[in-house]
Nanobody, 116 residues
Framework: QVQLVESGGGLVQPGGSLRLSCAAS????????MAWYRQAPGKQRELVARITSSGSTYYADSVKGRFTLSRDNSKNTVHLQMNNLKPEDTAVYYC??????????WGQGTQVTVSS
């Protein structure tokens, strides 16, 4: 099973930027779709962005134009660049990988707080 470790969360002011990273180990990373989800207090976990093994991306409407997801297969990492952050982006962000169309591994999560 793939192990995922996130990093890069923190506290940022509205309008600021953060870059989240997810390092994968223990599996065939380059063949797997990868994704970032987030969960705010009292809300369900939601898909933020997803990237296929070939680099095609999908973004939730709420982050489209502000977030960019990329992957580096040579380093088994994915990066989520988050710009123009808003208070409603505050959540725990989770990295995930898929197998047979379903999420089969989650990272431990990293907190992102957008506040002045």
């Amino acid at each position: 099973q793939v192990q995922l470790v996130e990093s890069g969360g923190g506290l940022v002011q509205p309008g600021g930027s953060l870059r989240l990273s997810c390092a994968a180990s223990g599996g065939s990373f380059s063949f797997r779709p990868m994704a970032w989800y987030r969960q705010a207090p009292g809300k369900q976990r939601e898909l933020v962005a997803r990237i296929t093994s070939s680099g095609s991306t999908y973004y939730a409407d709420s982050v489209k134009g502000r977030f960019t997801l990329s992957r580096d297969n040579s380093k088994n990492t994915v990066h989520l660049q988050m710009n123009n952050l808003k208070p409603e982006d505050t959540a725990v962000y989770y990295c995930a990988t898929y197998r047979a169309g379903l999420v089969d591994s989650w990272g431990q999560g990293t907190q992102v707080t957008v506040s002045s």
